[in-house]
């Protein structure tokens, strides 16, 4: 008993205790250090009641009632001897603020229920590739929430096709092998989107893709990559849960433990890598908007503590090739304390339970931020639509959001949402260079061969598997400089080539598609036809009356000189300024 007198003698109380701000985050206290010995840690205490021990001087209650509390912090040294406690504070948490109301009608009045082709072709734009004319005259007349709800809840399935993507180089015209090369690797890729009949869960696995983004630069092997990209495409199902595919990347995915290093995260030389990014690019982003920091570099090394034990195999010869396990050995099982929250030390060596567990506390910490639900909302949002998501409109999102709960909410109330539609005369959302180029294919029909379209996607700046960094393509405007619109146009001309040419190194077919339509047809029956072709695409009137003096301008004595007009009209629809947005 003497012996505690002279401890707490010795470690005196911590100064300054405040409340920060109290709201919907919870209550933020601050204090500082007690004047001479320094506290292993603090214990923190509301209305007399440990909560929660923090080895920072500041800490965020978030799981306040509403009303009014006290607290006071005392300081603890290396055996958990107590200090003398500081100041009681006192602070009010203010009741939640009642749910904001509806957003306006999910169909406007200026809008009605009823789909033009405009507006059906913004849809598949926007949610996938670009309408087929088919899709097109299936979907005009019928309803908003009709068309969103097929998108939704339609199983994928892949169209058939008489042109299969083939091999070309020394080996010419065999089924590709998506082990074999690369190039045949990502060509898998875009002929699954070429296909797609309901392309929504592609162009959600590809948006899973940039979001938890790897690289073959990493030098990931080939089945690794393709596993991971099933695990995207499986998770663009938007029954499945947000939460859900947060473990799976934590705890499962091999192309994810070798990017990340997660392997390398044992206990006594932990890794940050995953635990970091984990946080600043898949759940949290860097920063709150009103600039406080989401997370300290204490936040990150006790996360990557409770993420210690994870073991990827890397032997090729054996038959858990690629596989994760858990570790006891490796796991470090001293007390954690990250975001707010200690995971107490077991006590004990750890079992084969202590990892999933600990991983699934970690989720619970991290999603449970308020800065992920927004976070996470504004990236889906801006996927979809140019414009910054409405105060409101956020709210009502956050409100309907759980980690843990299908993300379909969520999806819906984006592609519902009145300014899906806006600017129809004038699309101001850049299409990225993997949409763009599966939407050439997809409005030529053309088929693939050898690197000719992997090439284009090299030159547009936007290869899968291979994003310039772990926080995976910037987007919008980016994609626009002196070097990828030529890339743009360029793609085009690739996909005319095997669509149309009878060389040896397009794609093998019985004659030429007739692409003249005679001596006598005029400029504008050319555009017209030449639009036609590609789907019908949109043009502003600047272009189409651009297109028709180039058209009559350009000499048509010869068949050649027809089709080369042909070409180059069709190439200007695709490939001009017209054809990059959508």
């Not at 995915?253 to 984990?278: F, I, T």
Request: hydrophobic fraction near 40%; include cysteine.
């Amino acid at each position: 008993m003497a012996q505690f007198r002279s401890m707490a003698r010795r470690l005196a109380a911590p100064r300054g205790l405040k409340v920060k701000r109290a709201g919907p985050a919870g209550i933020v206290l601050a204090w500082k250090a007690p004047r001479g010995t320094k506290p292993a840690a603090y214990l923190i205490f509301r209305d007399g009641r440990r909560i929660a021990r923090s080895e920072r001087r500041h800490y965020v209650d978030a799981r306040a009632k509403p009303g009014r509390h006290r607290y006071f912090v005392l300081g603890v040294d290396d055996h958990g001897r107590r200090g003398k406690h500081s100041k009681v504070v006192r602070a009010r948490m203010p009741a939640p603020a009642p749910a904001p109301p509806e957003p306006p009608p999910i169909v406007p009045p200026n809008y009605g229920p009823t789909l033009t082709a405009a507006m059906v072709d913004r849809l598949f734009w926007r949610a996938g590739f670009g309408a087929t004319a088919a899709q097109r005259a299936a979907w005009t007349g019928k309803g908003h929430l009709q068309l969103v709800d097929w998108l939704l809840d339609t199983a994928p399935s892949l169209a058939a096709t008489a042109t299969p993507p083939l091999t070309g180089g020394s080996t010419p015209n065999q089924p590709i092998d998506p082990l074999a090369s690369e190039d045949e690797l990502v060509m898998e890729w875009l002929d699954r989107m070429q296909r797609a009949v309901n392309p929504l869960r592609e162009r959600m696995g590809f948006f899973w893709h940039r979001h938890w983004a790897v690289s073959r630069d990493a030098g990931i092997p080939a089945p690794w990559l393709i596993a991971y990209r099933n695990r995207m495409l499986r998770f663009a199902d938007p029954r499945l849960s947000f939460r859900a595919l947060a473990y799976e990347m934590s705890t499962l995915d091999a192309a994810m433990s070798m990017y990340l290093n997660g392997s390398d995260n044992v206990k006594g030389r932990p890794n940050e890598n995953y635990a970091r990014e984990l946080m600043e690019l898949f759940c949290l982003g860097p920063t709150a908007p009103n600039g406080d920091p989401n997370y300290s570099q204490a936040d990150v090394e006790g996360l990557a503590r409770a993420l210690t034990g994870w073991r990827l195999n890397f032997d090729d010869a054996s038959p858990d090739y690629g596989k994760i396990t858990f570790n006891p050995s490796r796991f470090e099982t001293g007390a954690k304390t990250f975001l707010g929250r200690t995971l107490p030390a077991l006590g004990r060596a750890a079992t084969a339970a202590d990892g999933p567990a600990a991983v699934n506390a970690a989720l619970d910490a991290v999603l449970g931020h308020p800065s992920h639900a927004p976070f996470l909302i504004r990236k889906l949002w801006a996927e979809f639509i140019a414009t910054p998501i409405p105060a409101a409109t956020l709210s009502a999102l956050v409100a309907a959001y759980r980690p843990n709960a299908p993300l379909r909410p969520v999806l819906r109330g984006i592609l519902t949402h009145a300014l899906i539609f806006e600017s129809l005369g004038e699309p101001n959302l850049v299409k990225p260079p993997v949409v763009y180029l599966v939407g050439v294919l997809r409005a030529l029909g053309a088929p693939m061969k050898g690197n000719y379209m992997t090439g284009a996607l090299t030159n547009m700046q936007q290869r899968p598997y291979r994003p310039p960094n772990v926080a995976g393509w910037e987007g919008g405007m980016s994609w626009l400089n002196t070097n990828t619109v030529q890339g743009r146009f360029d793609a085009v001309m690739r996909a005319q080539f095997l669509k149309y040419s009878n060389s040896a190194n397009s794609y093998p077919r019985a004659a030429l598609v007739e692409v003249d339509g005679g001596a006598g047809e005029t400029p504008a029956a050319l555009v017209e036809r030449a639009h036609a072709s590609v789907g019908r695409p949109w043009l502003s009137t600047g272009t189409r009356n651009a297109l028709l003096a180039y058209a009559t301008s350009a000499p048509t004595t010869t068949v050649q000189q027809r089709r080369q007009r042909f070409y180059t009209v069709q190439a200007l629809m695709l490939g001009g300024p017209d054809g990059q947005v959508m």
